[in-house]
């Protein structure tokens, strides 16, 4: 399988972009004839958030690049030419920002009736069994409504006569039988009620609705029909066995999905003609690349694996098993009743950190500052009200000379010096970045010493050796592009797309033949799909997953 690095230059540039928190890291290929390969590579650093300098940071990043490469005029607040541009990688945590600030779009949920309060019952499970104080799962939806619809699947084992319900076939042929049909009239003038009310975003879970997805699809035209801007189906967004998981996830998927639509469209309004130059691709929570059109809510969110709770919503979609800190370079500093408190709250972009010239609070990154573990002289000169000056060490100094005057008046007689305090603060973060290390390892038998440490991150390299020490590890791995790895990582990610299909059937001789077909229906449908985004047959692989369940 050819590499998006490897592929022949087509005289066009190629950008990878990770929109973080506080910066914006840009990796992008421009094309040459000099080099054998057709392209180099060029680098560039934003702050994420500049409003006076700039209103998108990915955009003004591809706007500096194309003018100081092409020796073209791209102005400032104007539409940025993208006939230039072949590809747009990126990535952003808007999803799993709103969900954190919970900034999504107010949401109605559509359930079989019987059903209303089965997303706040949750599955009962106890993670600590323990525990005194039960916490029940968060709901984002506003509002309840239930559909008149029931399903029942065609078992023999049922102890209800089933033979007086008319019969349908699933997805899968599957037998189900239609005890309540659909009552769309009655649903109309529900959703009528709430869509005056102004909500816009629809959640729609149905029993077994994963292999007979008919109802739901007539209740997507009927909402269509009244004006929903943002309806979400559990039989598309997760097409899983088990409603109460993949009721959340559809109704994450509505919540998040319209913030992930807003951002695209002031994403494009800063390029002419952007979607009929370039192809543009955002990274989804599974580590793979979706094209723009099939980015979504559900598949958005930095979470855990396939079934994990974020920000208290339990979601089942294909994620990495990442496992995050709040101890970046943002984080703030704070003495707290006796003790030395780094985060979880942070300066962002803007204001951001004291040494930023914008009258920012304390963070780790004045502490390293402080230290001269940062050289100003190497930093990017983008701070300050033009965007154009390096960072600031006198407002980090003068910024920890007021906090230590506090602190030793609440510990006299022993006093600190500035240095001491930094480097206090420095130590508290390096012990959070350590646990979450210590829980991935040594906390599942691992032992730490035998591992390396891979850094990366613009602030990695400050904090790698006390970290590696702390775990008693001797080696470290700093990658060249360690400052952008997350970019430089979207660059050479491969584009991901998952399609689920259920099959009641027993794994055995007799069902071989109609397993595979279902597996080739899929594999023909997805591979034209892929070939009408601009990949050629022999860049697509295939991995087929089996999830059987033991009886």
Known sequence: MSSYLDKPASGKF??????????????????????????????????????????????????????????????????????????????????????????????????????KDLLHIGNQSRPNLFDLSVTLPDTIYEEVIEVNERLYLDRDNCQ?????????????????????????????SELKRVYDRGLQSVAVVLMHSYVYPKHELEVEKLARRIGFSQISLSSKVMPMVKIVPRGYTVCVDAYLTPAIKRYLDNFESGFRDLYKHTRVQFMQSDGGLSPVDQFSGSRAILSGPAECTT??????????????????????????????????????????????????????????????????????????????????????????????????SQISPQRMTMEEVALGFIKVANESMCRPIRALTQGKGYDTSKHVLACFGAAGGQHACAIAQSLGMNKIVVHKYAGILSAYGMAIADAVVESQLPLNLVYSRSNFERIRNSFESQLNKYQCLNCSHGFIAEDIEVEVVSELALR
């Open 14 to 115: 190629k950008f990878a972009i990770d929109r973080g928190g506080t910066f914006t890291d840009v990796y992008c290929l421009c094309p040459t004839e000099s080099h054998p390969s057709g392209f180099y590579p060029k680098t560039m650093k934003l702050l994420s958030e500049d409003p006076a300098n700039y209103r998108d940071a990915p955009t003004e990043a591809i706007r500096r690049i194309l003018e100081s490469e092409t020796g073209r005029v791209f102005r400032k607040g104007e539409k940025v030419d993208a006939s230039c541009v072949e590809s747009i990688r990126m990535g952003t945590t808007v999803a799993t920002n709103a969900l954190l600030e919970r900034k999504g779009e107010p949401t109605v949920l559509l359930i079989t009736k019987g059903f």
């Open 311 to 408: 920000a208290g919503i339990t979601i089942q979609a294909p994620q990495l098993d990442v496992n995050t800190v709040a101890a970046g370079g943002g984080s703030r500093l704070f003495f707290r009743s006796g003790l030395l408190v780094v985060g979880p709250e942070s300066a962002g972009a803007n204001p951001g950190p004291a040494c930023y010239r914008k009258g920012g609070p304390l963070t780790v990154t004045d502490a390293n500052l402080v230290l001269n573990r940062l050289i100003p002289d190497f930093f990017p000169k983008i701070f300050g009200p033009s965007c154009d000056e390096a960072l600031s060490r006198e407002a980090s100094v003068e910024a920890f000379r007021v906090l230590t005057e506090e602190i030793n």
């Open 160 to 188: 209800i006569d089933l033979s007086k319900f008319r019969q349908v076939t699933g997805i899968n042929g599957e037998s189900l039988r239609v005890v309540q049909s659909l009552d769309l009239e009655q649903l109309e």
